[in-house]
Nanobody
Framework: QVQLVESGGGLVQAGGSLRLSCAAS????????MGWYRQAPGKQRELVAL????????HYADSVKGRFTISRDNAKNTVYLQMNSLKPEDTAVYYC??????????????WGQGTQVTVSS
């Protein structure tokens, strides 16, 4: 059972920056990939960014490309989401996600409790 603890959300003006952190309860080398999702009121949860443990490749939603950066600190078992040039439409609850892929098609998904990001215009 992987536990994920998020921090770093808050209220910021448009154009500002925030950095979210997600601390995992075990080595992130044992986790296949980690990422950030967000859910705005009345909308479905959507993928924002993810980072693959093997190789470190990253993927971003089109809406955040060039503004958000996902990174990791293996020594701290922590993944970060640096969010720059924030827009009001980035307002949402942000969730950290981890997935472990095992043999025979098994996968285990883990979620953090969520952290609120509010961008004022």
């Amino acid at each position: 059972q992987v536990q994920l603890v998020e921090s770093g959300g808050g209220l910021v003006q448009a154009g500002g920056s925030l950095r979210l952190s997600c601390a995992a309860s075990e080595s992130i080398f044992s986790i296949s990939s980690m990422g950030w999702y967000r859910q705005a009121p009345g909308k479905q949860r959507e993928l924002v960014a993810l980072i693959i443990s093997n190789g470190g490749s990253t993927h971003y939603a089109d809406s955040v490309k060039g503004r958000f950066t996902i990174s990791r600190d293996n020594a701290k078992n922590t993944v970060y989401l640096q969010m720059n040039s924030l827009k009001p439409e980035d307002t949402a609850v942000y969730y950290c996600h981890a997935v472990i892929f095992l043999s025979a098609g098994r996968r285990y998904d883990y979620w953090g409790q969520g952290t609120q990001v509010t961008v004022s215009s």
